[in-house]
């Protein structure tokens, strides 16, 4: 951050240049903000403002860097996580754009991953919305560094001030812009910088803007501004006489303030505030500079948590491209040509094509991603921009690079054969909304199959279920817009499906005692069949699953067909006597029967057992059964009572409250799962995004009228 307020050696390329042989020499920064807030556009203006790229894109087109994938430019909006590095000087920032949008978390908590600082990026329009702010808390729980880009500000209806203030009472009070927007003719054309007084103008067509010292007029509000901001590096300083020295009215030298304005962002305890709008490229060259001055590089970031393979911690890990091979995956797509082409953060040693890896998974079991080891040799080495790969010969620790033509998924580590290691998982969000999915006809299902599987490897927050109850294939998802997209992919790929309602699995039992005949006698040449037994069924306790009880006096039907019959039971109950679904909680008990000396065979008293079932069924009243979960709800107080009485609709019984931190309520509820199957989009909206829930199966109830 120079005196000037502008960086001299802004512009740059991310084309041309080596791979950086040092992680002093890297920034990986993820730039976060609610869906619309200007993120990607902000990108194209700093791709296009160092000569990256030759003109910025569209996204109506769907021709920028950020929005390449197909579904991207369907849905109008950033849905996958994407990288485009500058080069700025000597040092290479990996920028990174995700999704706003609250269906696409997964890709947002990999963008965190691999990054060493956030951007958040603020609509001058819309301003700050409740994700965004329960976003900014987790980042300083973890001590992530931040800065606050407020964007649009060419929208007629820009508030700067107005949205200021909302960040500030968001965020903070060290929530503290660096530059105020200077306007001519209504158009936010210049920056003057509040701590050199000088005024970056970008109503040239120049990339760079043209810096000169600020005239009396533009000063009105500098005054003020600069000494809250002064007053501010000053709180954060560790020199603990500078305020005093301040206030007692001393000219605190310039490049001890930037000094500690740098030592202060990137230790995550001073936020700067950059005003920008993408039309002009106003800011960008000040935002660079922020990043590359005042973010940390990846050696002032802790590796992750590190194991071998049998679960051993490895201890005093460091960004060291020296060191031992670790990096891990944090998003995997597919290439027509190249196949699967996996993104890595490497968080130690030096990544070199041509070179044997180890590829592990584990911990992810549960999402389909069975726990796997495999040794590989690597091909060719490459730097993402955008869609577009660039071949490299090496990535060192603290940068990102991709590789092609591997088994790995997301969330595997990359590490070295002679030494496998294992980073521990990151925490990634429960899919919540079921999606059931058919092949379109018999002869697709083995596509269906194939590239289900491919769209799964790379998306941690996508769980597919072959549900065993009701046969369907359920694609569990964030949301309505992430369901779209797995779909589209998997119809871009060839396959033919459909959606069909979900089916919830019910279950049958007898609200009443009754008792069966089975008989099953047939002759027809030869050995006949001779089967008769009698059955008297009662209703258990819920959750009693089935008793068989065998009351045969005398030696009317043999032990072996007596094991038969209950054979026969248990395969009616998987059946269902009423509606299809199986028959639970019930006590059968077997008080008679006879028996042939020749016809007589296990399948002739598995048919009477099946038979005399449904019999007793047929006498009985059969009560249908659903399944209820536990649900636990946590949404900020304001939205208490609104999400008690939707949970009232929902035939929901409420369980607790407890009160959770930062304003927060946790609400506990019993609520039948049918009414659950598209709660994760309506608890959204309900919240204004900012509810979430999870849920865990509890029993099966009675359904009303049944």
């Given at each position: 951050?120079?005196?000037?307020?502008?960086?001299?050696?802004?512009?740059?390329?991310?084309?041309?240049?080596?791979?950086?042989?040092?992680?002093?020499?890297?920034?990986?920064?993820?730039?976060?903000?609610?869906?619309?807030?200007?993120?990607?556009?902000?990108?194209?203006?700093?791709?296009?403002?160092?000569?990256?790229?030759?003109?910025?894109?569209?996204?109506?087109?769907?021709?920028?860097?950020?929005?390449?994938?197909?579904?991207?430019?369907?849905?109008?909006?950033?849905?996958?996580?994407?990288?485009?590095?500058?080069?700025?000087?000597?040092?290479?920032?990996?920028?990174?754009?995700?999704?706003?949008?609250?269906?696409?978390?997964?890709?947002?908590?990999?963008?965190?991953?691999?990054?060493?600082?956030?951007?958040?990026?603020?609509?001058?329009?819309?301003?700050?919305?409740?994700?965004?702010?329960?976003?900014?808390?987790?980042?300083?729980?973890?001590?992530?560094?931040?800065?606050?880009?407020?964007?649009?500000?060419?929208?007629?209806?820009?508030?700067?001030?107005?949205?200021?203030?909302?960040?500030?009472?968001?965020?903070?009070?060290?929530?503290?812009?660096?530059?105020?927007?200077?306007?001519?003719?209504?158009?936010?054309?210049?920056?003057?910088?509040?701590?050199?007084?000088?005024?970056?103008?970008?109503?040239?067509?120049?990339?760079?803007?043209?810096?000169?010292?600020?005239?009396?007029?533009?000063?009105?509000?500098?005054?003020?501004?600069?000494?809250?901001?002064?007053?501010?590096?000053?709180?954060?300083?560790?020199?603990?006489?500078?305020?005093?020295?301040?206030?007692?009215?001393?000219?605190?030298?310039?490049?001890?303030?930037?000094?500690?304005?740098?030592?202060?962002?990137?230790?995550?305890?001073?936020?700067?505030?950059?005003?920008?709008?993408?039309?002009?490229?106003?800011?960008?060259?000040?935002?660079?500079?922020?990043?590359?001055?005042?973010?940390?590089?990846?050696?002032?970031?802790?590796?992750?948590?590190?194991?071998?393979?049998?679960?051993?911690?490895?201890?005093?890990?460091?960004?060291?491209?020296?060191?031992?091979?670790?990096?891990?995956?944090?998003?995997?797509?597919?290439?027509?040509?190249?196949?699967?082409?996996?993104?890595?953060?490497?968080?130690?040693?030096?990544?070199?094509?041509?070179?044997?890896?180890?590829?592990?998974?584990?911990?992810?079991?549960?999402?389909?991603?069975?726990?796997?080891?495999?040794?590989?040799?690597?091909?060719?080495?490459?730097?993402?921009?955008?869609?577009?790969?660039?071949?490299?010969?090496?990535?060192?620790?603290?940068?990102?690079?991709?590789?092609?033509?591997?088994?790995?998924?997301?969330?595997?580590?990359?590490?070295?054969?002679?030494?496998?290691?294992?980073?521990?998982?990151?925490?990634?969000?429960?899919?919540?909304?079921?999606?059931?999915?058919?092949?379109?006809?018999?002869?697709?299902?083995?596509?269906?199959?194939?590239?289900?599987?491919?769209?799964?490897?790379?998306?941690?927050?996508?769980?597919?279920?072959?549900?065993?109850?009701?046969?369907?294939?359920?694609?569990?998802?964030?949301g309505e817009a992430h369901a779209e997209v797995v779909l589209d992919r998997l119809r871009e790929q060839g396959v033919k499906l459909q959606t069909v309602d979900v089916v919830t699995p019910l279950r049958e039992t007898f609200a009443e005692g009754a008792a069966g005949h089975g008989r099953y006698v047939k002759q027809s040449g030869g050995h006949?069949?001779?089967?008769?037994?009698?059955?008297?069924?009662?209703?258990?306790?819920?959750?009693?699953?089935?008793?068989?009880?065998?009351?045969?006096?005398?030696?009317?039907?043999?032990?072996?067909?007596?094991?038969?019959?209950?054979?026969?039971?248990?395969?009616?109950?998987?059946?269902?006597?009423?509606?299809?679904?199986?028959?639970?909680?019930?006590?059968?008990?077997?008080?008679?029967?006879?028996?042939?000396?020749?016809?007589?065979?296990?399948?002739?008293?598995?048919?009477?057992?099946?038979?005399?079932?449904?019999?007793?069924?047929?006498?009985?009243?059969?009560?249908?059964?659903?399944?209820?979960?536990?649900?636990?709800?946590?949404?900020?107080?304001?939205?208490?009572?609104?999400?008690?009485?939707?949970?009232?609709?929902?035939?929901?019984?409420?369980?607790?409250?407890?009160?959770?931190?930062?304003?927060?309520?946790?609400?506990?509820?019993?609520?039948?799962?049918?009414?659950?199957?598209?709660?994760?989009?309506?608890?959204?909206?309900?919240?204004?995004?900012?509810?979430?829930?999870?849920?865990?199966?509890?029993?099966?109830?009675?359904?009303?009228?049944?």
């Open positions: 951050m120079s005196a000037k307020g502008t960086n001299g050696s802004a512009k740059g390329t991310a084309s041309s240049e080596a791979a950086p042989d040092r992680p002093e020499l890297l920034r990986n920064v993820v730039l976060v903000g609610h869906s619309g807030a200007g993120k990607t556009m902000l990108l194209e203006a700093v791709l296009a403002s160092t000569g990256a790229i030759s003109r910025m894109g569209s996204i109506a087109d769907g021709t920028t860097v950020g929005d390449s994938d197909p579904s991207a430019v369907h849905q109008q909006r950033s849905v996958t996580l994407s990288v485009a590095p500058v080069v700025v000087g000597d040092i290479k920032v990996n920028l990174l754009d995700t999704p706003g949008y609250a269906d696409f978390v997964g890709e947002l908590r990999a963008g965190l991953r691999a990054a060493d600082g956030a951007l958040f990026v603020v609509s001058a329009v819309d301003g700050v919305d409740a994700t965004t702010t329960a976003l900014w808390a987790e980042c300083e729980r973890v001590g992530m560094p931040r800065a606050v880009v407020i964007s649009r500000l060419d929208h007629p209806r820009a508030d700067y001030d107005g949205v200021l203030s909302e960040c500030r009472a968001a965020f903070g009070e060290s929530v503290i812009p660096l530059y105020l927007p200077l306007r001519t003719d209504g158009a936010a054309t210049k920056l003057l910088g509040l701590l050199s007084g000088t005024v970056s103008d970008y109503s040239g067509d120049e990339l760079q803007p043209q810096s000169r010292p600020a005239e009396q007029d533009e000063l009105a509000d500098w005054g003020s501004a600069r000494g809250e901001l002064i007053e501010g590096i000053i709180a954060e300083s560790e020199d603990e006489t500078l305020m005093d020295r301040y206030l007692g009215g001393e000219d605190i030298a310039l490049d001890t303030l930037i000094g500690d304005l740098e030592t202060a962002v990137a230790r995550g305890s001073f936020f700067p505030v950059i005003p920008t709008s993408a039309t002009n490229g106003l800011g960008t060259a000040e935002l660079l500079e922020v990043l590359t001055r005042g973010f940390p590089s990846p050696v002032e970031h802790a590796v992750p948590e590190v194991t071998e393979l049998n679960g051993n911690p490895v201890e005093g890990l460091a960004c060291d491209p020296a060191g031992p091979l670790v990096g891990e995956v944090v998003r995997t797509t597919v290439d027509p040509f190249l196949g699967r082409v996996c993104l890595v953060r490497l968080f130690s040693g030096t990544l070199r094509e041509d070179t044997p890896v180890h590829i592990a998974g584990h911990g992810l079991e549960d999402r389909g991603h069975p726990d796997h080891d495999s040794d590989e040799r690597l091909g060719h080495l490459y730097s993402p921009f955008g869609s577009t790969l660039r071949p490299v010969q090496f990535a060192v620790a603290g940068d990102l690079c991709a590789i092609a033509r591997v088994s790995a998924e997301t969330g595997d580590t990359v590490s070295s054969r002679d030494q496998p290691l294992l980073v521990a998982a990151w925490d990634m969000p429960e899919p919540l909304m079921p999606v059931a999915v058919e092949a379109a006809s018999h002869g697709d299902e083995d596509a269906l199959a194939k590239n289900l599987a491919r769209v799964a490897a790379g998306d941690p927050t996508l769980r597919v279920e072959r549900n065993p109850e009701t046969h369907q294939l359920v694609l569990w998802c964030m006949g069949q001779y089967a008769i037994c009698d059955i008297e069924v009662e209703p258990l306790e819920r959750g009693g699953g089935f008793e068989f009880v065998d009351r045969i006096v005398g030696g009317v039907i043999p032990g072996p067909f007596i094991t038969s019959v209950e054979k026969g039971v248990r395969s009616q109950m998987e059946k269902g006597v009423a509606k299809g679904f199986p028959v639970v909680d019930i006590r059968v008990t077997l008080v008679g029967g006879k028996t042939h000396s020749v016809d007589s065979s296990d399948a002739a008293f598995q048919a009477a057992g099946a038979l005399a079932l449904r019999e007793a069924a047929a006498a009985a009243k059969i009560q249908l059964l659903e399944p209820v979960s536990s649900v636990t709800i946590s949404v900020p107080d304001d939205y208490v009572g609104a999400v008690m009485s939707d949970l009232s609709s929902r035939r929901g019984r409420l369980t607790g409250t407890t009160s959770e931190a930062e304003a927060r309520t946790e609400i506990s509820a019993e609520v039948p799962d049918v009414e659950l199957l598209r709660y994760a989009v309506e608890l959204r909206a309900l919240t204004a995004g900012t509810g979430r829930f999870r849920r865990e199966y509890l029993r099966h109830d009675p359904v009303a009228g049944s």
